[in-house]
């Protein structure tokens, strides 16, 4: 009998935190005690690891277990400790060595027969160990391929408790090894052609330029008239991820248990579209136990739209303008703050009145009501919002000869180009996009033409828009710059930016 030590992870947002686990089995009346602020399901490992080791063929102690979770004030919640508590339990009632273990991840749920079930947050967790300095880690062997993703980890993969026990003894080596990291594997894009979109010319073009730039946009227009239809084409336009940013994608999908286990990364930017019911917790964040990513945080480095965006809650739809400002959602809990990237571009997409006529002349609805249902779009929320298009009814579906749209091939080597010269110009600062550029930077470091800044003082001037507003049209006019491989914005591209922040054009 004597005392054994092991490793867990417990997750704060996408942020892993080292949780040692000891365990002490000496003599005194046949008991268990787990102490470290355990939730109920952490509670209940106790009757899960009891029913493992039966069915495995091994036995429980028959003497007095005490469990310690450290650090003990913060709350351990999930099932993801149960393999961590089983081995320690049995290296202090010397079952097993316990020398592997100090210096050791494990990972996993264990089911009543033995079988080691997949837990969420498995690259995270092995980030953290690796950080702590722990250089080997038994997983799931469905997570095999999403720990293949952190160097500098050793990580094997187990199905049953009966392998990881019989590892431990040297009695064989029947864990599966990490394969080699995951590339980011090939593929098209499913997100629709642009040419698929009849007409419009000038939402394709604010989506052109949306997506040069990163900025948020807004479709206003009757049903039917491609709003939808060109918001879902949008991350089919984004350049394709680079490692660094697949890997941050695949951290909040494995944290939301979204990911998928045979091919962890993905080249393609996500696109979420939640519908307008959602929860505030699963749009912003939260929930009960674990705070869990929500929609937004899911969107990272791809699309968040919002269509019917009318129909969602105006409390939704404002709790969006922090994560918007500052690509982070934090969620203030009792035992800490939980963050979660949310660097999105938000798609609102919505029709100018309940009623939804296919031209506007037909309406029925009153003033009161318009402003009544277009209101719940807050003046704080659309000031966030660089682009807003109004979209006209189409009046033929017949493509004149030579008039073809263009594909979503075609614009995607622009906005490419674009994005290339942005990101040569802001790679010594760090920011992808010219939405990412702070408004005093460029201000300071990158000014505009006095006659360009003129035709803003004016705008201020007579109250047309706030000084954020001022800061967003610059962030617009360098990406129009961008798309005709200009140096520095004109005033032409300042006053075509103000025209998309035109509150009569919605």
Request: net charge neutral.
């Amino acid at each position: 009998m004597g005392i054994a030590t092991g490793w867990g992870v417990a997750l704060v947002g996408v942020d892993g935190v080292l949780i040692e686990i000891e365990a002490d089995v000496g003599a005194g009346v046949p008991d268990v005690k787990l102490i470290g602020r355990p939730d109920a399901v952490v509670n209940e490992s106790k009757d899960r690891i009891k029913a493992a080791l039966r069915n495995s063929g091994e036995s429980w102690p028959r003497s007095r277990v005490t469990l310690g979770m450290s650090p003990a004030g913060l709350q351990k919640c999930g099932a993801g400790y149960d393999l961590a508590l089983a081995c320690v339990v049995l290296a202090a009632a010397g079952v097993v060595p316990g020398l592997r273990l100090p210096g050791m991840l494990l990972l996993g749920e264990l089911a009543l027969d033995g079988r080691l079930r997949a837990v969420r947050g498995v690259l995270p967790a092995l980030l953290a160990a690796r950080k702590a300095g722990l250089r080997e880690a038994i997983v799931p062997v469905e997570a095999l391929a999403e720990a293949a993703l952190v160097e500098g980890v050793a990580a094997r993969g187990a199905r049953r408790l009966i392998d990881v026990i019989r590892w431990l003894r040297g009695e064989s080596d029947d864990l599966t090894t990490t394969p080699e990291a995951a590339a980011l594997p090939p593929g098209d894009r499913q997100t629709g052609d642009l040419s698929d979109v009849v007409g419009q010319p000038e939402a394709r073009w604010a989506l052109e330029v949306a997506a040069a730039g990163g900025h948020h946009l807004l479709l206003v227009g009757p049903p039917g008239t491609g709003k939808t239809m060109l918001a879902q084409r949008l991350a089919g336009l984004l350049p394709e991820l680079s490692r660094e940013e697949a890997i941050e994608v695949a951290m909040i999908q494995s944290v939301a248990g979204l990911l998928a286990p045979e091919s962890p990364l993905t080249r393609f930017p996500p696109f979420v579209a939640p519908h307008h019911s959602i929860s505030l917790p699963a749009l912003i964040g939260g929930g009960t136990g674990i705070a869990r990513p929500g929609a937004v945080s899911c969107a990272h480095r791809g699309v968040l739209l919002a269509d019917e965006a009318c129909e969602f809650g105006a409390k939704h739809l404002d709790a969006l303008r922090t994560a918007l400002e500052e690509g982070e959602v934090r969620i203030a809990r009792s035992q800490g703050v939980a963050r979660f990237p949310a660097r999105c571009q938000l798609v609102l997409a919505t029709n100018p009145c309940p009623c939804a006529p296919p031209r506007d002349r037909d309406c029925v609805c009153s003033a009161v009501h318009r402003r009544r249902y277009f209101g719940r779009l807050s003046g704080p929320l659309l000031d966030r919002v660089d682009l807003r298009v109004r979209m006209r009814p189409v009046t033929a579906l017949t493509v004149r000869t030579g008039c073809e749209p263009e594909s979503t091939q075609v614009v995607r080597e622009r906005v490419g180009s674009a994005r290339q010269r942005a990101a040569q110009r802001w790679a010594e600062y760090g920011w992808r996009c010219n939405a990412e550029v702070p408004g005093p930077a460029l201000r300071r470091d990158f000014p505009l033409h006095t006659e360009a800044l003129a035709i803003l003082d004016r705008a201020l001037a007579v109250g047309a828009m706030t000084a954020r507003g001022a800061d967003r049209c610059i962030r617009v006019a360098w990406t129009l710059s961008d798309l005709e491989d200009v140096d520095r914005p004109t005033p032409a591209h300042v006053s075509a930016a103000l025209q998309f922040r035109d509150r009569l054009a919605i």
